[in-house]
């Protein structure tokens, strides 16, 4: 599943230049339970709460719109699956923090790759992770 350069549905690698993490994630997580996997993907109740939050908050940055959407998406992810793709992935062991954060920031990244293909939102390519 997923190989390098790989990306999800609308993703665009403007934020997120390599997604194998989060495929590793989503292949272990399936093998154990379909419903684990299936709260690590973008949903529309992610768009529609990106679409008010811009509405009202309009002018923040692309780093305090990752900020927000990480924060409420690391209670999806299971934090011994995380540990387990990242081994996979870069081949060391960190703590179940490290490991929720950096799959919940690609997730919040590619939330923000996504809503620019769908023109919700707009900025200049910048890798986030």
Same mark, same amino acid.
């Given at each position: 599943?997923?190989?390098?350069? /790989?990306?999800?549905?609308? %993703? /665009?690698? @403007?934020?997120? &230049? /390599?997604?194998? *993490?989060?495929?590793?994630?989503?292949? #272990?997580?399936?093998?154990?339970? *379909? $419903?684990?996997?299936?709260?690590?993907? *973008?949903? +529309?109740? /992610?768009?529609?709460?990106?679409?008010?939050?811009?509405?009202?908050?309009?002018? +923040? @940055?692309?780093?305090?719109?990752?900020?927000?959407?990480?924060? @409420?998406?690391?209670?999806? =992810?299971?934090?011994? =699956? %995380?540990?387990?793709?990242?081994?996979?992935?870069?081949?060391?062991?960190? &703590?179940?923090?490290?490991?929720?954060?950096? *799959?919940?920031?690609?997730? %919040?990244? !590619?939330?923000?790759?996504?809503?620019?293909?769908?023109? #919700?939102? @707009?900025? +200049? $390519? !910048?890798?986030?992770?």
């Amino acid at each position: 599943m997923g190989k390098e350069g /790989d990306k999800p549905f609308l %993703a /665009d690698g @403007s934020l997120v &230049e /390599d997604y194998t *993490l989060l495929f590793n994630y989503w292949e #272990i997580a399936k093998a154990k339970d *379909l $419903s684990i996997a299936e709260k690590a993907v *973008l949903s +529309h109740k /992610d768009f529609n709460e990106l679409e008010r939050i811009v509405n009202i908050f309009r002018g +923040h @940055s692309i780093v305090e719109l990752i900020n927000y959407f990480k924060n @409420s998406m690391k209670n999806r =992810i299971d934090p011994k =699956i %995380a540990v387990e793709a990242y081994k996979k992935t870069y081949g060391v062991e960190v &703590e179940e923090n490290i490991a929720v954060d950096k *799959l919940a920031t690609i997730l %919040a990244s !590619w939330l923000m790759e996504a809503a620019r293909q769908l023109k #919700i939102i @707009s900025y +200049h $390519s !910048w890798r986030n992770t």
